[in-house]
T-cell receptor, first 114, second 114 residues
């Protein structure tokens, strides 16, 4: 059972546009929510992360919005660039599981067209 | 460049072969992980070593055998694999166990089982 539900599965955005990827969860034991970016042939790389006591975190063009009551969080990529074309995974860490295991969403394949 | 180094990058093996995947990190991290990733899927946790001791084995078949010779090295020994084991095998590390969100992934070893 997928504990973190991610949408959309794929996304096409024009250069300069805003890319938005959404994730939802049910388990209230989740205490840390990272986003990973993966380019073809590479391993995932941590992009940005948020804890549930914060509603928004911004790093450059990347912003996480977090809604604790709705159990939803999203990644916004402002001024999207062709170099942002990659697969994005949201994830959640379960503090009740020794903190080792991450629950990943299924991923979103983003294509930014010139 | 990633600070988690995996070798080999590509491996082709028959079902009767014995081979090993190797992973090295020099960031002083004390937790190391093996993940398996199929095409267009999120990474799946296989094993976790924390302070060189096996902490998590996610019910992985015994044809996969992990080894952590020291705090910087992690091996995955492969024997009698099946074609469905073909995948990208990712090594990751984190500063300590319990901080799994702050994972640093290697670029992976692409395994093909014939």
């Amino acid at each position: 059972q997928q504990q973190v539900k991610q949408s959309p599965q794929s996304l096409i955005v024009q250069k300069g546009g805003i890319s938005i990827i959404n994730c939802a969860y049910e388990n209230t034991a989740f205490d840390y929510f990272p986003w990973y970016q993966q380019f073809p042939g590479k391993g995932p790389a941590l992009l940005i992360a948020i804890r549930p006591d914060v509603s928004e975190k911004k790093e450059g063009r990347f912003t996480i919005s977090f809604n604790k009551s709705a159990k939803q969080f999203s990644l916004h990529i402002m001024d999207s660039q062709p170099g942002d074309s990659a697969t994005y995974f949201c994830a959640a860490r379960n503090r009740g599981n020794s903190g080792y295991a991450l629950n990943f969403g299924k991923g979103t394949s983003l294509l930014v067209t010139p | 460049d990633t600070e988690v180094t995996q070798t080999p990058k590509h491996l082709v093996m028959g079902m009767t072969n014995k081979k090993s995947l190797k992973c090295e990190q020099h960031m002083g991290h004390r937790a190391m992980y093996w993940y398996k990733q199929k095409a267009k899927k999120p990474p799946e946790l296989m094993f976790v070593y924390s302070y060189e001791k096996l902490s998590i084995n996610e019910s992985v078949p015994s044809r996969f055998s992990p080894e952590c010779p020291n705090s910087s090295l992690l091996n995955l020994h492969l024997h009698a694999l099946q074609p469905e084991d073909s995948a990208l095998y990712l090594c990751a590390s984190s500063p300590t166990g319990g901080q799994a969100g702050e994972l640093f992934f290697g670029e992976g070893s692409r395994l093909t089982v014939l």
